[in-house]
């Protein structure tokens, strides 16, 4: 009997899936990742979507430090509108 992924059966303990029961016929390492050459694109070259998932992409932050900012810009731009009235 084949279980898909998701079916597998849990260790009622930790609720972590068990183990398999069975050895693999054989492992094999995919090496074809490792012979890619590095290129650079040139970015004028690029559409705006382009540009726009590559940043998304890039982005390291947490949400939590993204809404701090988020919010300490929303509340400069509130204040600016206060001021200017």
Known sequence: MLLA????PEDEETG???????DPDEIKFDEKGKKGKRGEV?????????????WMRRL???PAD?????FAAELA???KKEDQS
């Open 5 to 8: 992924e998701d079916d597998q």
């Open 16 to 22: 972590e899936a068990a183990p398999p029961t069975f």
């Open 42 to 54: 040139d970015v004028a070259q690029l559409t705006d979507d382009q540009l726009a998932e590559m």
């Open 60 to 62: 390291q932050t947490s």
């Open 66 to 70: 993204f809404l701090r900012h988020r």
């Open 77 to 79: 731009d509130t204040q």
